[in-house]
């Protein structure tokens, strides 16, 4: 372990696209790297391409990848979405933002659910991306 924590690299997920890995942990926190809906064979969820080459983009699945993405990350740390204290979400276009909330909110409670912060971001790694999420969760294993 390097003095910044334990690193986690799944190889059931999608690699970073650079050096680092998809989470560390530090004392009993765990801090998860920006996770998009990319799959380990490089295609993303939530992107539908037809046989004329449009590209249809849905903001609910991707979503959903994310956090499932991030709920398997978790895992490997003997934690789950119920640890995470804190997220940080960056959307493409706001305009999804309604969408973003309908597949959060069968996830998280505002009871229970860690806090947010949701910012507009002029683009992500890939075009076809429409968010990334970043979290930070606690974990006493």
């Known amino acids: 372990m390097s003095k910044n924590g334990e690193a986690f690299i799944l190889d059931d997920r999608a690699r970073a696209l650079a050096n680092y890995p998809h989470m560390r942990k530090a004392g009993d926190f765990l801090f998860v790297s920006g996770i998009s809906s990319r799959r380990p064979d490089n295609t993303y969820e939530g992107v539908h391409v037809d046989e004329n080459g449009k590209v249809t983009l849905n903001i609910e699945q991707q979503t959903r990848a ?75 294993k």
């Open 66 to 140: 994310v956090i499932e993405n991030i709920r398997t990350i978790l895992k490997s740390a003997g934690a789950d979405l119920e640890n995470i204290i804190d997220l940080t979400v960056f959307l493409v276009d706001m305009k999804d933002y309604n969408g973003f909330n309908l597949a959060y909110n069968d996830y998280f409670k505002i009871e229970t659910g860690p806090t947010r912060t949701t910012v507009a971001v002029h683009q992500l790694p890939n075009p076809n991306l429409l968010i990334e999420i970043k979290a930070t969760a606690l974990c006493n």
